[in-house]
C-alpha cells in the first residue's frame, strides 16, 4: 500500500509552525513583505503560529520594534500568532519597554510554573 496521497490532494502539518527568519537590521521598506510573509506561512500551514528566528538582527532599534508589532498584528488578523526565537536580551527590554509581548520559544507561558519551580512559603502562612 503507498503513503503518497492520490494526485491532487496536498497533506497539510497543522501543528508545525512555519519559521521566518529575520536576518539582518530590519528596514521599513521590508515591513509590508515581511506581513506578507506571515499571512502566507500562516495561511499554508494551518498551524497558527509563525516563529520568527530574531537571533541574527543585531542591536534593536524602532523600525526593528516597528516591524514586529506589525508582523503580529497581521498575525492576529489572519488569526494566528507571532512567537519569537532566540530573541536577545536588548530586544526583550526594548519591546517590553514599547509595551509589547510577544511569546518566546523555550519559555514557560505565564499561567503555568516552571517545571521544577517552587512557590516560596514565608514563616508563620497557613498551611493550603
Do not use: K, N
Request: glycine letters at 10%; one cysteine or more; aromatic letters at 0%.
Amino acid at each position: 500500500m503507498s503513503s503518497v496521497p492520490p494526485a491532487g490532494l496536498l497533506t497539510v502539518d497543522h501543528t508545525t509552525p512555519a519559521v521566518l527568519v529575520l536576518p539582518g537590521p530590519v528596514t521599513r521598506d521590508q515591513v509590508p513583505g515581511l506581513c506578507d510573509d506571515v499571512r502566507v506561512r500562516l495561511a499554508a500551514t494551518g498551524a497558527g503560529v509563525v516563529v520568527c528566528d530574531v537571533a541574527d538582527l543585531g542591536p534593536p532599534g524602532l523600525a526593528t520594534v516597528d516591524a514586529l508589532a506589525r508582523m503580529q498584528l497581521a498575525a492576529r488578523r489572519a488569526g494566528g500568532r507571532v512567537r519569537l526565537r532566540a530573541p536577545a536580551p536588548p530586544l526583550l527590554l526594548l519591546l517590553d519597554l514599547v509595551g509589547l509581548r510577544f511569546e518566546v520559544e523555550g519559555e514557560a507561558e505565564e499561567r503555568e510554573p516552571a517545571l521544577g519551580v517552587q512557590e516560596a512559603v514565608e514563616p508563620g502562612d497557613a498551611a493550603v
